[in-house]
């Protein structure tokens, strides 16, 4: 398998917080941190946002009680015209009430076209692959070869073993005096066999 330059830890700040926030477990020839970086949370409007619209809900609610007392108390009319208009008023109003009876009818009659379906849900993010931190210092390991070996190792072994590894999980593995003393195969059996004791079924969730 590959390991892409995405799947690197290079910053110090994720350096510490594996260190601080994640768990450890003892290989033997070197120490495996673990830790699940936690996932970029969806945008939400801030504060002002939401200040902004309830500073104009109430004058939109209040412009449209006056605009709705308006209308409903009608035009001013003078006492005596009133009389005389009642009768072409009734006569509207029959011929509204006719229109809105022939509308209901052709409406039940005819057929709509149906709804159209609602667009598919968009598809989800690939989860983020597991990355990797190699860490050999010059007390515990040796000279600049001894270290360059000891991450060469380490790194080889994550690359054959990283399907072991959920995504999203950040592993440190942080070199010992031993490393360079132990068969390559003995190194990779026990990584394997942490991940396996690690990452088990039952605690994916951690």
Known sequence: MRFRPQQHVRRQRDFREIREKGRRHD????MLWWFFRARAGSGTP????SSDQNDKAPVTRNTTASTTASSAAGPTVPSGTATASSGTAAAATATAAAAIATAAASLATCHL?????????PPLAPPPPPRLGVVASASAVGGAVRRARAKRRLREIFRHNQHLVPPGCDILLVARRAINRLEYRALEQRFIDACRRIFK??????
């Open 27 to 30: 290989c033997g020839g070197f």
């Open 46 to 49: 801030g504060p002002e946002g």
């Open 113 to 121: 076209p149906p709804a159209p379906a609602a667009p598919p849900p």
């Open 201 to 206: 079924p039952s605690s994916d969730s951690q």
